[in-house]
């Protein structure tokens, strides 16, 4: 009775059983019980109506990369970017409670890419971008909920790998993207903006 009273109360908080492991002794079941900690999010294309909402979390994303010394974008970049990202479906947004709390982008290819030595240069690639998540929301996985969307929607088009530039010194950005099987390539590219940029290659497959 014990048993079942305290295998009820973890399937009612979100529990799945997983592995019966027999028993711990005296016939005492033991079953082994998981639960998915990635944030319950809605994953949808941006829309024109979204730019108030994306420019004000954007602004708070950029007061707290510069706080960290990490100056790659600012007051226009890559914010001035949204109207053509959405004008061409590639930009996406992650939504919790009808509240926008990440982005991405979507893209076939990306300014720069040529200066990579990517694992099969001419196989079918999507390229990651815009990724910026709520001040509100660091640390809660969005992170994660992106990189596993942007995988998916590769599988699902028969596309090989995921890739992505990251400017060198955004090691939040880096550790992110190797905790989740991101490989650094070869290369770098550098350009001037508002300051000089290096940007570093990664690559995964899906």
Not at 29 to 45: H, T, Y
Not at 91 to 97: A, I, R, V
Not at 138 to 157: C, D, F, K, P, T
Request: charged share 20%; net charge negative.
């Amino acid at each position: 009775v014990f048993y079942a009273k305290t295998r009820n109360f973890y399937e009612n908080v979100g529990f799945k059983p997983f592995l019966n492991h027999g028993h711990w002794g005296a016939d005492t079941p033991c079953l082994m019980m998981i639960k998915d900690v990635q944030p319950k999010v809605k994953v949808r294309l941006a829309t024109s109506g979204d730019l108030p909402n994306l420019e004000n979390m954007f602004k708070g994303i950029i007061e707290n990369m510069y706080r960290h010394c990490i100056t790659v974008w600012n007051e226009f970049y890559p914010i001035e970017e949204f109207p053509s990202d959405i004008e061409g479906k590639s930009l996406y947004l992650l939504e919790q409670n009808h509240e926008i709390v990440a982005s991405f982008g979507i893209f076939p290819t990306t300014d720069g890419s040529e200066h990579f030595s990517w694992q099969e240069k001419n196989a079918n690639a999507l390229y990651l971008g815009r990724i910026g998540v709520s001040v509100n929301h660091l640390g809660s996985g969005l992170g994660g909920v992106i990189i596993a969307h942007a995988a998916q929607m590769a599988r699902e088009n028969g596309i090989n790998y995921l890739r992505l530039l990251v400017d060198e010194g955004n090691a939040p950005a880096i550790n992110l993207y190797q905790k989740h099987g991101f490989k650094q390539m070869d290369g770098v590219y550098e350009f001037t903006a508002h300051e000089k940029i290096v940007t570093l290659g990664f690559e995964r497959e899906v």
